[in-house]
């Protein structure tokens, strides 16, 4: 099982980006998918996650209202549309999936699969 993710770079302070996720090896629809971010020096942190079909969200307070989580089951992809982006968003992003709980999962036991990161830059 792999999960990919891509779509980081650098933006400037109130710009806009889009990461993707995509899993192989494996159907994750019935699983709960998220975005944890660590940035440098500090403890990785959850951002965003989705339920299975993806009627529930939950997201950090630090970027409610700025991002959004979605999914496209048929593609084994979740995505993370980050707008407003403030420096300090910068952070390597990861995606993971792990069994649906209900609620959206927040907590990184909860996940079993995790994607390499994707770098986020923000420059002010």
């Known amino acids: 099982v792999q999960l990919q993710a891509s779509g980081g770079g650098l933006v400037q302070t109130g710009g806009s980006l889009r990461l993707s996720c995509t899993a192989s090896?494996?159907?994750?629809?019935?699983?709960?998918m998220g975005w944890f971010r660590q940035a440098p020096g500090k403890e990785r942190e959850f951002v965003a996650a989705?339920?299975?079909?993806?009627?529930?969200?939950n997201y950090a307070d630090s970027v409610k209202g700025r991002f959004t989580i979605s999914r496209d089951n048929a593609k084994n992809a979740v995505y993370l549309q980050m707008n407003s982006l403030k420096p300090e968003d910068a952070a390597v992003y990861y995606c993971?999936?792990?069994?649906?709980?209900?609620?959206?999962?927040?907590?990184?036991?909860?996940?079993?699969?995790w994607g390499q990161g994707t770098e986020v830059t923000v420059s002010s």
């Open positions: 993971a999936v792990g069994p649906d709980y209900g609620l959206g999962n927040m907590r990184e036991y909860e996940y079993d699969y």
């Open positions: 090896g494996r159907t994750f629809g019935s699983y709960a």
């Open positions: 989705i339920t299975w079909n993806g009627g529930s969200t």
